[in-house]
């Protein structure tokens, strides 16, 4: 028997607690069964960490057999990718709509909403944004593909700083192949938050006063034109 035969069997056997049969995709519907497994990996990564996600604890959360998840992924490492990936794209489509939501207000608000919803993110969803940072990439596979995880955010992040610029914004660190102003609000943003996460000190872990340390940052780095 196959290796997919043999994964295809063991999806549709009794899950690992227990349960009932999981009914089989039909054809074309693997896309799917790959969509549930991440949700049922996000899942085990917001109860137990990046740590507790293993192929047999998704597998047991998605009530399939841990064979089952080769079908989809080659193995732990390849699961975390994709699950990485995911995290990076989410934070980043968080990042888009605060930015469309601020668009009439003009290119800093629109920063500025970028930056808020970072942080807001970043707050709301410890564990996620734990995995953004402490998971380590494949890096052959970055190699290989020529992709960068961070790369959703970064690009978001750089278009906002771009839209500032081409507005008349000053910013004193000047322009190059990679924006100095865009890394330095990217490591503020997420230098701040980890900060937060790292000690209980009410000075450094509450909400607000991040926004407000990140916010004043910004605008100690992209000033208004001289017409202003």
Excluded at 78 to 88: K, P
Excluded at 95 to 122: C, I, N, S, T, W
Excluded at 174 to 197: K, N, S, Y
Aim: glycine fraction near 8%.
């Amino acid at each position: 028997m196959t290796k997919k035969s043999t994964a295809e069997s063991a999806e549709q056997a009794v899950g690992p607690q227990g349960g009932s049969r999981r009914t089989p995709n039909r054809k074309g519907e693997g896309g799917r069964l790959r969509g549930d497994l991440l949700d049922a990996a996000a899942r085990v990564l917001a109860e137990k960490g990046p740590s507790g996600v293993t192929l047999r604890s998704v597998a047991r959360e998605a009530n399939v057999t841990a064979p089952a998840l080769y079908l989809h992924f080659e193995d732990r490492g390849d699961l975390m990718w994709h699950l990485l990936l995911r995290a990076w794209g989410e934070l980043a489509k968080v990042m888009e709509q605060a930015d469309r939501k601020a668009a009439d207000e003009g290119p800093f608000a629109q920063l500025e909403a970028q930056l808020a919803a970072y942080v807001e993110y970043a707050t709301r969803n410890p564990t996620n944004y734990e995995l953004l940072f402490s998971a380590s990439p494949d890096h052959a596979r970055v190699v290989q593909e020529d992709y960068a995880t961070p790369w959703p955010v970064y690009d978001t992040l750089e278009r906002a700083v771009a839209r500032c610029r081409e507005a008349g914004f000053v910013m004193p660190l000047g322009q190059d192949d990679v924006d100095p102003t865009t890394v330095l609000l990217f490591v503020i943003a997420h230098g701040r938050v980890a900060l937060g996460h790292a000690t209980m000190r009410p000075a450094f872990h509450g909400k607000d006063d991040a926004q407000a340390f990140v916010a004043a940052s910004l605008r100690a780095l992209v000033r208004p034109p001289a017409s202003s």
